[in-house]
């Protein structure tokens, strides 16, 4: 079965300090991977997304990494604000999803993010 | 830019009535897919169209339906509604369903069965 596993479940850290929250997968075929931030009670938004052939994406101060041949990505976040406190969710494509659908969900990792 | 659009934002039912979700993707998007989020838990898919014709059926119960329009808007109707129905249902829109777009998702309906 597809799966897409992330780590750590939740993690706090101070204002201004970096972090890096991982996704392992085992989704085959593979598309793509995103990563997606979820505000408390809102809708997921799109970070990034990667191809296969896409080592790392950056989106300000996110940076997405991928390593194809490992199913690992990680999300780099820099110089945090205490607006990054969300859920941040690893999402992988699947064309062949099925009844889970082209998307396979990680369970996410919840950031807190404290002054 | 525009996103995609739910209605309503929140609705509370009691059990074993209906319910009609609805949702608005963004302008040119011919996909829409539908997903159900408990509480802590990770969105599960329910059903997806594209071009007013179904795509993908996930874990949709018997008691749901949904269907697209013309227009493109896309209506999630739920009867017989139980507590365990209690949760956000997050429709998304992308321009394809060939499974490499990017799906747009909207701020989700957060449904309450009492």
């Known amino acids: 079965k597809n799966q897409v596993e992330q780590s750590p479940q939740s993690l706090i850290i101070l204002e201004g300090k970096n972090c890096t929250l991982q996704?392992?997968?085992?989704?085959?075929?593979?598309?793509?991977l995103r990563w997606y931030k979820q505000d408390t009670g809102r809708g997921p938004v799109s970070l990034t997304i990667?191809?296969?052939?896409?080592n790392t994406k950056s989106n300000g101060r996110y940076t997405a990494t991928l390593d194809a041949d490992t199913k690992q990505s990680s999300l780099h976040i820099t110089a945090s604000q205490l607006s990054d406190s969300a859920s941040y969710i690893c999402?992988?494509?699947?064309?062949?999803?099925?009844?889970?659908?082209?998307?396979?969900f990680g369970k996410g990792t919840k950031l807190s993010v404290k002054p | 830019a525009a996103g995609v659009i739910q209605s309503p934002r929140h609705l509370i039912k009691e059990k074993r009535e209906t319910a009609t979700l609805k949702c608005y993707p963004i302008?040119?998007?011919?996909?829409v897919y539908w997903y159900q989020q408990g509480p802590g838990q990770d969105p599960q898919f329910l059903i997806s169209?594209?071009?007013?014709?179904?795509?993908d059926k996930g874990s949709i119960p018997d008691r749901f339906s949904a269907q697209q329009f013309s227009d493109y808007h896309s209506e999630l109707n739920m009867s017989s509604l139980e507590l365990g129905d209690s949760a956000l249902y997050f429709c998304?829109?992308?321009?394809?369903?060939?499974?490499?777009?990017?799906?747009?998702f909207g701020p989700g309906t957060r449904l309450l069965v009492l």
């Open positions: 302008p040119r998007h011919d996909t």
């Open positions: 999402v992988v494509s699947a064309p062949d999803g099925g009844s889970q659908g082209n998307l396979i």
């Open positions: 990667m191809t296969f052939s896409e």
């Open positions: 996704c392992n997968y085992t989704v085959s075929p593979f598309s793509n």
């Open positions: 998304a829109s992308s321009l394809g369903d060939s499974g490499g777009e990017t799906q747009y």
């Open positions: 169209f594209y071009e007013k014709m179904q795509s």
